[in-house]
């Protein structure tokens, strides 16, 4: 076994366990993700569903990575050392190629996602699919309609409507419709508070993505100057020449004659 710096084998090793403990931390919240979704009705399944499967196999894939790296830092072993460099390099470009498009587009995501909504308007002639997603949003971040309670038209639907202790709260307004009818609705309108999380997401994501690049990075680092230790002191002893023939005098200084007088 090829000995190398201590220093740097223990700061692999313990890359690799934080590293562990990120792929731990990401199953744990796809699992807390599953609970609350079961918990609420499991709305929107398939893509829940995707998600999920997605951060289960990202943190699993994680969690083997470290796992590999820190039996490689702990035994000195060339080869895993070898494959987890390959996946540093792999991850790093990765994690890259996701975060570098998403920061781009990011100033331009609330004017994108703004247009994107505004097609579905007037919302009470829209399909009902999107009628649907409307009314669960409202119900859920107690909003109505999209940009202006307007959206309905006249056809404002109960979940716009305030009950007596939300209208308490302050949290309502009074409207009448072209038909005189009089309506305690939410005051909030939706659109803002669905940009405000969607650019909150898209930052997550953007910081996710630059500090597991920045994690690759290192651990590419670490694991290239180990394998580096380990080549050099393999060759080292090959390349030192034995000092029992260079402490020996010649054989022929024993057969010279003494001088002569």
């Known amino acids: 076994m090829a000995h190398v710096n201590i220093c740097i084998k223990r700061l692999l090793t313990i890359f690799n366990i934080f590293f562990a403990i990120i792929g731990g931390l990401i199953i744990a919240f796809a699992f807390l993700g599953q609970t609350l979704s079961s918990s ?5 399944v398939e893509g829940r569903g995707a998600g999920l499967i997605v951060l289960y196999l990202f943190g699993s894939v994680t969690m ?25 390099v792999i991850g790093s470009l990765v994690m890259l190629r996701g975060g570098i498009p998403l920061a781009t587009m990011r100033p331009m995501l609330a004017g ?16 009902r699919a999107d009628r649907n997603m409307a009314e669960s949003i409202q119900q859920e971040l107690q909003c109505c309609g999209l940009f202006s309670y307007r959206d309905w038209e006249d056809s404002i639907p109960d979940t716009c409507l305030c009950s007596g202790a939300e209208e308490r709260e302050g949290i309502c307004q009074n409207v009448i419709t072209t038909h005189l009818e009089q309506k305690v609705i939410y005051e909030k309108t939706c659109f803002p508070i669905l940009r405000n999380y969607v650019l909150l997401l898209a930052d997550i994501m953007i910081g996710v993505f630059f500090t597991l690049a ?25 390349m030192t020449v034995p000092t029992i023939f260079s402490a020996m005098p010649p054989k022929y200084e024993e057969l010279k004659n003494p001088p002569e007088y």
């Open 40 to 44: 609420h009705g499991g709305g929107n």
């Open 64 to 88: 083997v990575i470290a796992v590999l790296g820190a039996y490689g830092s702990h035994k000195e072993s060339k080869g895993c050392l070898i494959a987890f460099l390959v996946c540093m």
């Open 112 to 127: 994108v996602l703004e247009q994107k909504f505004r097609t579905a308007l007037p919302l009470d002639t829209a399909s």
């Open 214 to 238: 920045v994690l690759a990075l290192l651990g590419l680092a670490l694991s290239s100057v180990m394998i580096h230790q380990m080549r050099h002191a393999l060759r080292a002893p090959m």
